[in-house]
Protein backbone atom coordinates (compact mmCIF):
# COMPACT_ATOMS: atom_id res chain seq x y z
CA UNK A 1 0.00 0.00 0.00
CA UNK A 2 1.94 3.23 -1.18
CA UNK A 3 0.73 6.23 0.76
CA UNK A 4 -0.50 9.42 -0.97
CA UNK A 5 -1.03 13.12 0.33
CA UNK A 6 -3.55 14.91 -1.29
CA UNK A 7 -4.60 18.39 -0.67
CA UNK A 8 -7.57 20.50 -1.22
CA UNK A 9 -9.97 23.68 -0.59
CA UNK A 10 -11.73 23.35 2.78
CA UNK A 11 -15.10 21.13 3.13
CA UNK A 12 -16.97 21.62 0.53
CA UNK A 13 -18.64 19.95 -2.55
CA UNK A 14 -15.88 20.09 -4.81
CA UNK A 15 -13.96 17.21 -3.12
CA UNK A 16 -16.90 14.94 -3.83
CA UNK A 17 -14.53 12.63 -6.27
CA UNK A 18 -11.95 12.29 -3.61
CA UNK A 19 -14.00 11.60 -0.88
CA UNK A 20 -16.02 8.69 -3.30
CA UNK A 21 -12.71 7.16 -3.93
CA UNK A 22 -12.15 6.91 0.20
CA UNK A 23 -15.66 5.42 0.92
CA UNK A 24 -16.42 3.62 -1.86
CA UNK A 25 -12.86 2.10 -1.36
CA UNK A 26 -11.46 2.59 -5.34
CA UNK A 27 -7.89 4.32 -3.78
CA UNK A 28 -7.55 0.95 -1.75
CA UNK A 29 -8.44 -1.14 -4.61
CA UNK A 30 -5.23 0.34 -6.80
CA UNK A 31 -3.35 -0.29 -3.24
CA UNK A 32 -3.36 3.37 -2.35
CA UNK A 33 -3.74 5.21 1.06
CA UNK A 34 -5.10 8.25 0.38
CA UNK A 35 -4.80 11.33 2.98
CA UNK A 36 -6.58 14.41 2.04
CA UNK A 37 -6.14 17.43 3.58
CA UNK A 38 -8.67 20.20 3.17
CA UNK A 39 -7.46 24.03 3.81
CA UNK A 40 -9.36 27.18 4.39
CA UNK A 41 -6.54 29.44 1.93
CA UNK A 42 -6.59 28.61 -1.47
CA UNK A 43 -2.93 29.86 -1.46
CA UNK A 44 -2.25 27.25 0.83
CA UNK A 45 -2.89 23.82 -1.17
CA UNK A 46 -0.66 25.23 -3.85
CA UNK A 47 2.17 26.11 -1.87
CA UNK A 48 1.62 22.95 -0.45
CA UNK A 49 1.97 21.39 -3.78
CA UNK A 50 4.68 23.32 -5.18
CA UNK A 51 7.21 22.27 -2.13
CA UNK A 52 6.62 19.03 -1.68
CA UNK A 53 4.18 18.64 1.25
CA UNK A 54 1.89 16.70 -0.58
CA UNK A 55 1.82 14.76 -4.07
CA UNK A 56 -1.33 15.80 -5.56
CA UNK A 57 -3.66 18.54 -5.09
CA UNK A 58 -7.25 19.60 -6.24
CA UNK A 59 -6.99 23.31 -6.28
CA UNK A 60 -7.53 26.49 -8.20
CA UNK A 61 -7.03 26.19 -11.51
CA UNK A 62 -5.86 29.84 -12.44
CA UNK A 63 -3.05 28.89 -9.52
CA UNK A 64 -1.65 26.34 -12.19
CA UNK A 65 -1.75 29.01 -14.83
CA UNK A 66 0.28 31.78 -12.54
CA UNK A 67 2.42 29.26 -11.65
CA UNK A 68 3.38 28.42 -15.22
CA UNK A 69 3.89 31.91 -16.51
CA UNK A 70 6.30 32.35 -13.62
CA UNK A 71 8.41 29.68 -14.57
CA UNK A 72 7.08 26.95 -12.01
CA UNK A 73 6.80 23.17 -12.51
CA UNK A 74 2.75 23.19 -11.93
CA UNK A 75 0.49 21.37 -14.63
CA UNK A 76 -3.53 19.91 -14.85
CA UNK A 77 -3.62 16.25 -15.03
CA UNK A 78 -7.07 16.13 -14.91
CA UNK A 79 -10.54 17.95 -14.53
CA UNK A 80 -12.64 18.84 -11.11
CA UNK A 81 -14.73 22.09 -11.36
CA UNK A 82 -15.33 21.69 -15.12
CA UNK A 83 -18.15 24.36 -15.07
CA UNK A 84 -19.55 27.02 -12.63
CA UNK A 85 -21.34 25.72 -9.46
CA UNK A 86 -22.20 28.98 -8.22
CA UNK A 87 -24.67 32.25 -7.30
CA UNK A 88 -23.07 35.61 -6.91
CA UNK A 89 -25.16 35.66 -3.07
CA UNK A 90 -26.00 38.94 -1.31
CA UNK A 91 -27.33 40.05 1.90
CA UNK A 92 -31.05 40.70 2.11
CA UNK A 93 -31.91 44.18 1.28
CA UNK A 94 -29.19 44.51 -1.62
CA UNK A 95 -31.56 43.57 -4.69
CA UNK A 96 -29.06 44.18 -7.40
CA UNK A 97 -26.01 45.07 -8.63
CA UNK A 98 -26.50 48.98 -8.07
CA UNK A 99 -27.27 48.26 -4.77
CA UNK A 100 -23.68 46.90 -4.33
CA UNK A 101 -22.11 50.35 -5.12
CA UNK A 102 -19.29 51.45 -2.43
CA UNK A 103 -19.54 47.80 -0.41
CA UNK A 104 -17.41 44.70 0.28
CA UNK A 105 -17.44 41.56 -1.89
CA UNK A 106 -14.97 38.36 -0.26
CA UNK A 107 -13.49 36.83 -2.77
CA UNK A 108 -11.35 33.24 -2.14
CA UNK A 109 -8.16 35.43 -2.98
CA UNK A 110 -7.17 38.54 -4.71
CA UNK A 111 -4.30 36.67 -6.97
CA UNK A 112 -6.54 33.52 -8.60
CA UNK A 113 -10.07 31.85 -7.87
CA UNK A 114 -13.23 33.59 -7.54
CA UNK A 115 -11.47 37.54 -8.12
CA UNK A 116 -11.34 37.44 -12.14
CA UNK A 117 -15.15 36.42 -11.94
CA UNK A 118 -17.01 39.20 -10.00
CA UNK A 119 -14.43 41.46 -11.46
CA UNK A 120 -15.70 40.62 -14.95
CA UNK A 121 -19.52 40.15 -13.61
CA UNK A 122 -19.37 43.70 -11.56
CA UNK A 123 -17.78 45.15 -14.87
CA UNK A 124 -20.61 43.78 -17.28
CA UNK A 125 -23.20 45.92 -14.80
CA UNK A 126 -21.12 48.96 -15.36
CA UNK A 127 -19.33 48.55 -11.90
CA UNK A 128 -15.34 48.97 -11.62
CA UNK A 129 -13.07 47.68 -9.18
CA UNK A 130 -11.69 49.84 -6.83
CA UNK A 131 -13.66 52.58 -8.11
CA UNK A 132 -17.15 51.11 -7.35
CA UNK A 133 -16.91 48.31 -4.69
CA UNK A 134 -14.14 46.93 -2.54
CA UNK A 135 -13.11 43.44 -2.84
CA UNK A 136 -11.30 41.45 0.52
CA UNK A 137 -9.92 37.72 0.50
CA UNK A 138 -11.30 36.08 2.64
CA UNK A 139 -11.20 31.82 1.47
CA UNK A 140 -12.93 30.09 0.40
CA UNK A 141 -17.28 29.35 0.24
CA UNK A 142 -17.55 28.32 4.03
CA UNK A 143 -15.71 31.50 5.23
CA UNK A 144 -17.49 33.58 2.47
CA UNK A 145 -21.04 32.22 3.89
CA UNK A 146 -19.92 32.65 7.95
CA UNK A 147 -19.19 36.27 7.14
CA UNK A 148 -22.34 36.92 4.24
CA UNK A 149 -24.30 35.93 7.54
CA UNK A 150 -22.25 38.27 10.29
CA UNK A 151 -22.23 41.35 8.06
CA UNK A 152 -18.38 41.35 7.46
CA UNK A 153 -19.05 41.05 3.50
CA UNK A 154 -22.01 42.14 1.33
CA UNK A 155 -21.56 39.77 -1.45
CA UNK A 156 -19.91 37.23 -2.54
CA UNK A 157 -19.63 33.79 -4.63
CA UNK A 158 -21.26 31.02 -3.27
CA UNK A 159 -21.03 27.11 -4.63
CA UNK A 160 -23.75 24.55 -4.29
CA UNK A 161 -25.64 23.25 -1.69
CA UNK A 162 -24.66 27.26 0.03
CA UNK A 163 -26.31 29.00 -2.31
CA UNK A 164 -29.72 26.92 -1.84
CA UNK A 165 -29.29 27.47 1.75
CA UNK A 166 -28.87 31.26 1.30
CA UNK A 167 -31.71 31.48 -1.30
CA UNK A 168 -34.01 29.92 0.93
CA UNK A 169 -33.06 31.84 4.37
CA UNK A 170 -34.04 35.42 2.17
CA UNK A 171 -30.34 36.04 0.41
CA UNK A 172 -30.14 37.41 -3.11
CA UNK A 173 -28.70 35.31 -6.11
CA UNK A 174 -27.35 38.92 -8.15
CA UNK A 175 -25.88 36.77 -10.84
CA UNK A 176 -25.80 32.77 -11.66
CA UNK A 177 -22.06 32.67 -13.49
CA UNK A 178 -22.58 29.79 -15.17
CA UNK A 179 -25.00 31.35 -17.66
CA UNK A 180 -22.57 34.03 -18.73
CA UNK A 181 -19.58 31.57 -18.98
CA UNK A 182 -21.04 27.91 -19.19
CA UNK A 183 -17.09 26.33 -19.40
CA UNK A 184 -14.72 27.38 -16.91
CA UNK A 185 -11.86 25.12 -15.61
CA UNK A 186 -12.40 26.78 -11.83
CA UNK A 187 -10.37 23.86 -10.11
CA UNK A 188 -8.71 20.68 -11.40
CA UNK A 189 -5.86 18.00 -10.58
CA UNK A 190 -2.77 19.63 -10.39
CA UNK A 191 0.89 18.07 -9.32
CA UNK A 192 4.28 19.01 -9.86
CA UNK A 193 5.54 17.82 -13.28
CA UNK A 194 8.65 16.45 -11.73
CA UNK A 195 7.54 14.69 -9.22
CA UNK A 196 4.87 13.26 -11.45
CA UNK A 197 7.61 12.08 -14.04
CA UNK A 198 9.55 10.28 -11.14
CA UNK A 199 6.70 8.71 -9.86
CA UNK A 200 4.49 8.12 -13.57
CA UNK A 201 3.18 4.81 -12.21
CA UNK A 202 1.82 6.06 -9.14
CA UNK A 203 -0.35 8.51 -10.51
CA UNK A 204 -1.35 6.11 -13.30
CA UNK A 205 -2.98 4.31 -10.63
CA UNK A 206 -4.36 7.06 -8.44
CA UNK A 207 -5.97 8.50 -11.84
CA UNK A 208 -7.58 5.00 -12.83
CA UNK A 209 -9.04 5.34 -8.95
CA UNK A 210 -10.19 9.52 -9.68
CA UNK A 211 -11.86 8.21 -13.27
CA UNK A 212 -13.93 5.31 -11.20
CA UNK A 213 -14.59 7.87 -8.53
CA UNK A 214 -16.27 10.16 -11.41
CA UNK A 215 -18.66 6.91 -13.15
CA UNK A 216 -19.29 6.30 -9.57
CA UNK A 217 -20.38 9.66 -8.37
CA UNK A 218 -22.98 9.49 -11.73
CA UNK A 219 -24.22 6.05 -11.06
CA UNK A 220 -25.05 6.61 -7.29
CA UNK A 221 -27.23 9.81 -6.31
CA UNK A 222 -28.19 7.75 -2.51
CA UNK A 223 -25.03 6.96 -1.66
CA UNK A 224 -23.43 9.71 -3.03
CA UNK A 225 -25.53 11.88 -0.75
CA UNK A 226 -24.76 10.04 1.92
CA UNK A 227 -21.27 10.73 1.80
CA UNK A 228 -21.47 14.28 0.81
CA UNK A 229 -23.71 14.63 4.36
CA UNK A 230 -20.97 12.96 6.22
CA UNK A 231 -18.35 14.96 5.03
CA UNK A 232 -19.45 18.54 4.51
CA UNK A 233 -22.29 18.38 7.37
CA UNK A 234 -25.20 19.64 5.10
CA UNK A 235 -28.67 18.65 5.34
CA UNK A 236 -29.43 15.71 3.40
CA UNK A 237 -31.84 17.61 1.18
CA UNK A 238 -29.36 20.19 0.27
CA UNK A 239 -26.98 17.68 -0.23
CA UNK A 240 -29.40 15.23 -2.84
CA UNK A 241 -30.35 18.84 -4.53
CA UNK A 242 -26.16 19.87 -5.10
CA UNK A 243 -25.67 15.78 -6.94
CA UNK A 244 -28.58 16.88 -9.16
CA UNK A 245 -27.12 20.55 -10.19
CA UNK A 246 -23.83 18.66 -10.27
CA UNK A 247 -25.02 16.15 -12.54
CA UNK A 248 -27.73 17.67 -14.56
CA UNK A 249 -25.09 20.44 -15.78
CA UNK A 250 -21.93 17.54 -15.64
CA UNK A 251 -20.17 20.12 -13.43
CA UNK A 252 -17.67 17.33 -12.69
CA UNK A 253 -16.77 15.66 -15.85
CA UNK A 254 -17.62 12.73 -16.32
CA UNK A 255 -14.31 11.23 -17.55
CA UNK A 256 -12.46 13.09 -14.73
CA UNK A 257 -10.83 15.02 -17.62
CA UNK A 258 -10.07 18.88 -17.62
CA UNK A 259 -12.06 20.78 -20.37
CA UNK A 260 -9.67 22.51 -23.06
CA UNK A 261 -12.38 24.71 -23.57
CA UNK A 262 -12.85 25.33 -19.80
CA UNK A 263 -9.23 26.00 -19.34
CA UNK A 264 -9.40 28.56 -22.34
CA UNK A 265 -12.31 30.38 -21.04
CA UNK A 266 -10.53 31.21 -17.63
CA UNK A 267 -7.34 32.45 -19.63
CA UNK A 268 -9.42 34.90 -21.59
CA UNK A 269 -11.32 36.02 -18.49
CA UNK A 270 -8.16 36.22 -16.52
CA UNK A 271 -6.26 37.99 -19.00
CA UNK A 272 -8.74 40.38 -19.87
CA UNK A 273 -9.16 41.16 -16.08
CA UNK A 274 -5.89 41.10 -15.03
CA UNK A 275 -4.13 42.74 -18.39
CA UNK A 276 -1.60 40.45 -18.07
CA UNK A 277 -0.35 39.99 -21.85
CA UNK A 278 1.56 37.38 -21.23
CA UNK A 279 -1.63 35.11 -21.05
CA UNK A 280 -3.01 36.35 -23.83
CA UNK A 281 -3.90 34.20 -26.45
CA UNK A 282 -1.92 31.38 -24.62
CA UNK A 283 -3.52 28.14 -25.19
CA UNK A 284 -5.11 25.74 -22.71
CA UNK A 285 -3.07 22.54 -24.39
CA UNK A 286 -0.02 24.48 -22.62
CA UNK A 287 -0.81 23.94 -19.33
CA UNK A 288 -2.51 20.07 -19.71
CA UNK A 289 -0.78 17.20 -19.75
CA UNK A 290 -2.95 13.94 -20.56
CA UNK A 291 0.04 11.77 -20.45
CA UNK A 292 -1.21 9.87 -17.22
CA UNK A 293 -5.09 10.28 -17.66
CA UNK A 294 -5.18 8.73 -21.33
CA UNK A 295 -2.62 5.74 -19.48
CA UNK A 296 -5.04 5.55 -16.72
CA UNK A 297 -7.94 5.75 -19.00
CA UNK A 298 -6.54 2.83 -21.52
CA UNK A 299 -6.04 0.93 -18.46
CA UNK A 300 -9.71 0.88 -17.44
CA UNK A 301 -10.77 0.05 -21.00
CA UNK A 302 -8.45 -2.85 -20.95
CA UNK A 303 -9.71 -4.57 -17.80
CA UNK A 304 -13.53 -3.70 -18.57
Not at 47 to 65: F, M, N, S, W, Y
Amino acid sequence: MDHVRVAAVSRNYFNMPLWVGIHAGLFAAEQLDVSLELHEPIDEVTERLKDGRVHLACGVTEQVILDSERGGNLEIIAGNVNRLPFDLIARPGIRSFADMRGRTVGVSSLDAGSSSLVMKLFAAHGLEYPRDYRMIAVGPILTRWEMLQSGEIDAGLQGVPLNLIALDAGYTALASPREQFPDFQFTSLNVDAVWARENSALVVRFLRAFVRAHRWFYDNRETATDIAVTETGVDRSYAARAWDEYTAAEIFPRDADASDAAVQALIEISALIRALPTRAGTSAADYINRTYLDKACADLEVSA
